[in-house]
DNA sequence: CTCACAGTTATTCAAGCGTATAACAAAATC
DNA sequence: GATTTTGTTATACGCTTGAATAACTGTGAG
């Protein structure tokens, strides 16, 4: 019986790793799936370890939450262009890969199960909730007021409501049953819907490739 | 020690007993505070007892799921009036009680995360979802070819992706800081935004009670 | 009133859980 | 190259879990 060989591993890669590892075991075998022993095995390592460096099984759940969060919002967020260019890619970003897909839904929704239930993720999320919208609600009110709109800041939150609605429940559509829907025909129904919300059609952003994709999307579509 | 009392109960009442008990389970600890003790103690008996009417815990969790989805749909079912009152309606039970509250996001969002991990959830997930959008499609498709439209089959299909987004979006948002928002808010954004996406106002259903506590949400937000 | 059935309780079991801790060894330090 | 440090393994513990089974008892049939 010899011991297993093992490599020292700097902190933040281990802690990245065990996260990792921690998101794959819910993604594949939901909340229940997470345990220490399945995400150890998962990361290669040996269960004691993730005690090492995680006070507990909650806190590392924690932690992963954070990195969800994060994923599902971080591509949305340093848009450039014009604020039309900026809403037309903050569109796309929500409603394509990586962020829509059932991975993701998956993540999601066993952390929201369990906001109601754990005050530590009710925080976290409460935090990446209202980042999220508010920074929608900046940028159209950017839209609006380069169209020469004056925003009364109620309509102004109103719609953000609104367009943060169309978003999510499509994005929801998207994960749910992403093979029922052709590719790119959700961002095609999300850009019509927000046009007809705020009253203005939205161009097409500059060309970089994700756009060019974006572009190949419209044209299938949005005829 | 001596035994405790019991009722015998029918097949029926005892069935409901325990699903009730699991879906109240779930919703106030998640589905890991689901165990088959924490449930049977909910419901005022021994453990061994669920065995006696579910083949397995996975069985009581997918019958539980069955009464979730059907309490989400139910509600949209069997409206009358006018197509025009239909989709007011429609509208209006999806967002507000007993659809729209935490607790019904609780037992969503638990069961969701387990759908794409267990297959007899995902079959009565899909079958739900399916039967709620066709309903929307069918009462789209009514609305539009009462106001003297005549509907491409893509575009109504489209149409009902985009409210059935809407409404799913919404919904979320209201359940999910449902505090964030004026009693009436969601519905009536709900309102603007579908109209917006129909191309048609939305008149106000038959003044039965729903309604009038409906039409009193319109009066605050809408006007 | 008796009896047999079946709904219910009580108890047990093996497996898996999160956690604690001691032994070990890879790498950094001197 | 010896020594220290500490990342990592290995093992054990107490507890909970889903499940199985035996014992009990409420209840309807006769």
Redesign the pocket.
């Known amino acids: 019986?010899s011991?297993?060989?093992?490599?020292?591993?700097t902190e933040a890669e281990?802690r990245h790793d065990l996260i990792e590892a921690t998101l794959d075991c819910i993604s594949e075998a939901g909340l229940q799936g997470a345990?220490?022993?399945?995400i150890a095995t998962k990361a290669g390592?040996?269960?004691?370890?993730i005690?090492?460096y995680f006070a507990?099984?909650?806190v590392i759940l924690q932690e992963a939450y954070k990195v969800v969060i994060a994923r599902l919002t971080e591509k949305a967020k340093n848009l450039d262009g014009t604020p039309e260019e900026r809403l037309s890619s903050f569109i796309f970003v929500n409603l394509t890969e990586p962020v829509a897909n059932s991975r993701s839904l998956s993540l999601w929704a066993a952390f929201i199960s369990r906001v109601s239930v754990d005050p530590a993720l009710a925080t976290i999320h409460r935090e990446g909730y209202l980042s999220f919208r508010q920074e929608l609600e900046q940028l159209l009110a950017d839209v609006l007021a380069a169209k020469g709109e004056s925003v009364h800041p109620a309509r102004n939150r109103a719609l953000a409501i609104a367009v943060n609605g169309v978003l999510d429940g499509l994005w929801l559509e998207g994960c749910l049953a992403g093979e029922l829907f052709e590719e790119s025909e959700l961002v095609s129904i999300a850009f019509s819907s927000i046009e007809a919300l705020i009253g203005h059609p939205i161009k097409a952003p500059a060309p970089t490739d994700m756009d060019r994709e974006y572009r190949d999307a419209l044209r299938i579509h949005h005829r």
């Open positions: 019986m011991r297993r060989d093992f490599h020292r591993a281990r345990t220490v022993r399945q390592v040996t269960a004691g370890l005690r090492h507990s099984k909650d």
